[in-house]
């Protein structure tokens, strides 16, 4: 691999930048091609890049191309991701059963609440708790596209700060707790609050796909499938 373009990748992986490594097996050049960018020795066609940009967002490495075909180009993309994060903002009840299942998952589970006696390593153990206030844990935690973030408080107080930080990043997915009447009322205040329309869209809410749950477990599976369907999908159903 040349020197500028290991500099690029060695780069990318140290900021959290998601990057897929192309090679041409046959030329052995090399190419990196970012969500936004391409750097490297020769450039894609218009369909390979959309693949290799599929095969990134979905953590897919492997070769592309016709192998059957001697003239089709056979590429092989080593996609280099950083970790998938749950950010969950309340460490209410529906929290319990949601950060274990988001473990199984291959989520990295972060609980945040200012609230002492709700996140606590008994209710929540092995997963790692922050005691700030949600706007501030969210901005310290750097969020990227590969992160998910879920209000569960219930209280505006909580979830209004945010989702106001959470709308304005780059997580491919936000959504939060309560029935549609409560959604109407948070969109009225966020709209106040002055988040745009395009930005409220990006908000899951109701959270979760509509599969008749209950009980919290069943919220929280009714919740990590809906965060499995936009990351692998695009859309929630």
Known sequence: MKTDLLGRLLAAKASGTPVALVTDLT???QTLVFEDAIHGSFGLEEEQLAEVRERLRQDRSGLIGDLEDED??????????PPLRLLIVGAVHIAQPLAPIAVLTGYAVTVIDPRGSFATAERFPGVALVDAWPDEALADLKIDSRTAIVTLTHDPKLDDPALMTALRSPAFYVGSLGSKRTHAKRVERLTQEGLT???????????????????PAEIAISVMAQITAVRRKGRTA
């Open 27 to 29: 030329s052995g050049l």
């Open 72 to 81: 089709s180009p056979r590429l092989f993309v080593h996609a280099h991701n």
């Open 197 to 215: 329309g395009d930005e409220l869209a990006r908000l899951h809410a109701p959270v979760g796909l509509d599969i008749g749950a209950v009980t």
